[in-house]
């Protein structure tokens, strides 16, 4: 039953990547292609597209895992400071105008960021040979905030101008998605994917408690180490494809739990498809709404997003993780 | 003590509001809240007059050199109070209204430069100028920016034997791209040279603008305004590397322009002749 769910999801994720390809402010009929329509579905909606499924299968996935590994239902990948360092280096380099690597700037350094940060949380939570989920946690949220404010220091000392590209690129921005982020986007959410499927089971001996996986014969450490990296590696990648984009990860899984249940071998995969295509559906009405501008698509996921979890909430039993 | 503090503050308000009535030029101390505003004063000959600017009043050099009040829209109360201003000058454009509303609260005289289309520029210097008792400098300024205006708008180049307008972009800021919309001084511009700019109808006066539509519209010709200390090439890059299927690229019109239009102020006219420079 289970799978026949997730097969209907995947191919449901499918169509709606290939129907916003075609969509937008102006549509392109499959059938009398016009060679600038041509240019537009090639070089700007095609890579668009593939960015925004990337950035929410991992963002959807990563909060799925992260929810398991800290056991806390209010877990999302941005909780562990990782999108706050990213920001920060991006921001760095948004408003210092700095153009070391030409258009693979600002990606390359949030990616630098998000991977600084995710190695001094992961160093901060191990203690006695492991890392523990509440010292995760904390030092993730303490890290956040000194990020966040460092940002905020930077941001009240610059033009105006330099705000407005650092604000609009920190609300995601997938205007710039383009081919050449496609290949280390695609290689690090992969991996990250199918990590975190292998440790599913791992996961779900986890979510019951240390003793309990240990019981069971896995290593609770190790796994969790493992999953930890996974984590890290696909928001990483997602924060530097296309900055910081809210709700997928905090309650892409939660619904999906309200549909599969908590299993994490099929919730995994589940909120990634589920993230892929809340984003992709958010970034066809961001940029088809308001033509010829464009709107943040990390505000039109919320906006859609909230208040159907609300709905679900409010019509469906509450799983616990 | 603190209350001493205050009252102090309010009698020192109270005292500069007084002399700042009659506004005699010598014994006038201004503050600019802009640096377009900052760029006027100076034109006018008040630069001695000048106690305080924004931290990002560039022009002209001189202008570095004076006291700092913070930002345009996060200005200190308390720097300007220190510096016992006569005047205040503010902007509609970049400085935030309940800072206006402080500062009379305080009896400081303020006055707020209205302007921020090309054609309200020589009306809001002439009115500036009469405020600040410069009245014929004034005068002497704005008719010079008219006549700047009238002579580009005559210009041999701007009369296109069709009726075939070229179309235009103006990409401020590369990434995301941002461009200058309508309501803006650069809008103006392009109109005065008789040229299309095809975001001239979007909602707000920099929107982020979607690069399928740029394709789509086909500029002729694309400017790209200078950003303080950036390379705006190699930041350039990418975008144009997606769009180049444009008329305005593969015919290799594309400039990188000076951030003079940026500023409604002297050095306005200048800014359009770049444009028009460009575009013959």
């Not at chain 1, 909060?63 to 806390?72: E, F, K, V, W």
């Not at chain 2, 180049?244 to 593969?250: F, G, L, T, Y």
Request: with cysteine.
């Amino acid at each position: 039953m289970s799978k026949v769910r997730i097969t209907l999801l995947a191919v449901f994720a499918i169509l709606i990547a290939a129907g916003s390809v075609f969509l937008g402010p102006r549509i392109i009929s499959p059938f009398g292609i016009s060679d600038t329509d041509w240019i537009i579905l090639i070089n700007i909606r095609l890579p668009r597209v593939l960015v925004a499924m990337l950035m929410g299968m991992a963002l959807g996935a990563s909060g799925a895992l992260l929810q398991g590994i800290l056991r806390n239902p209010l877990a999302d990948p941005y909780i562990l400071g990782i999108s706050s360092g990213a920001s920060l280096t991006a921001a760095i380099g948004i408003i210092g105008g700095m153009s070391f690597l030409g258009a693979f700037t600002i990606p390359a350094l949030a990616f630098v960021g998000a991977v600084l940060t995710g190695g001094i949380v992961g160093g901060m939570g191990w203690k006695r040979g492991g890392l523990w989920p509440e010292r995760l946690l904390l030092a993730g949220v303490g890290l956040s905030f000194l990020f966040s404010a460092l940002l905020m220091l930077m941001m009240s000392v610059s033009t105006d101008e330099g705000l407005r590209r650092a604000m609009l690129w920190i609300f995601g921005d997938l205007s710039m998605s383009e081919w050449s982020r496609i290949p280390y986007g695609l290689a690090f959410v992969v991996t990250g994917l199918l990590l975190s499927a292998t440790r599913a089971k791992a996961l779900n001996a986890l979510i019951l408690g240390d003793e309990f996986a240990h019981s069971l014969g896995f290593a609770p450490q190790r796994e969790r180490l493992v999953l930890f990296i996974a984590v890290g590696l696909m928001t990483a990648a997602s924060v530097s494809l296309g900055g910081m984009i809210g709700f997928i990860g905090l309650l892409v899984p939660h619904i999906m739990r309200f549909f599969l249940g908590a299993d994490s071998r099929l919730l995994i995969p589940a909120s990634a498809l589920g993230g892929g295509t809340l984003l992709c559906i958010a970034d066809l009405i961001s940029r088809s709404l308001l033509p010829p501008m464009e709107l943040p698509a990390g505000v039109i996921t919320a906006i859609i997003g909230a208040p159907y979890f609300l709905y679900l909430l409010r019509r469906k039993n509450v799983l616990a993780i | 003590m603190k209350r001493y503090l205050v009252s102090l503050l309010i009698i020192i308000g109270f005292c500069t509001s007084a002399v700042a009535v009659e506004l005699e030029a010598p014994s006038a101390r201004i503050i600019s809240l802009a640096p377009s505003v900052t760029e006027i004063l100076y034109a006018l000959g008040l630069g001695d007059h000048i106690v305080g600017v924004t931290t990002f009043c560039d022009y002209p050099e001189e202008a570095k050199m004076k006291p700092k009040i913070g930002g345009m829209s996060n200005p200190s109360l308390e720097a300007v109070l220190s510096l016992k201003p006569d005047m205040v000058v503010l902007t509609t454009d970049g400085n935030p209204k309940e800072f206006e509303e402080r500062l009379i609260e305080l009896k400081v005289k303020t006055f707020v430069f209205h302007a921020r289309r090309l054609s309200e520029l020589p009306g809001g210097i002439r009115e500036l100028g009469a405020t600040l008792g410069v009245k014929n400098k004034a005068d002497k300024l704005a008719r010079e920016i008219e006549s700047g205006i009238s002579k580009l708008n005559k210009s041999p180049f701007v009369s296109h034997p069709s009726s075939i307008k070229k179309k235009v972009l103006f990409i401020v800021w590369p990434e995301p791209l941002m461009v200058a919309g309508p309501g803006t001084v650069i809008d103006d511009a392009i109109e005065l040279l008789d040229c299309e700019n095809i975001a001239g109808e979007t909602k707000t006066t920099y929107p982020k603008y979607s690069i399928e539509e740029v394709i789509h519209r086909a500029p002729d010709v694309i400017f790209i305004g200078k950003s303080m200390g950036v390379d705006m090439r190699s930041v350039s890059e990418g975008v144009l590397s997606r769009m180049n299927s444009v008329p305005a690229i593969k015919s290799g019109k594309v400039f990188y322009v000076s951030d003079k239009l940026f500023r409604l102020g002297p050095r306005v006219v200048k800014g359009i002749e770049e444009l028009a420079e460009c575009l013959k």
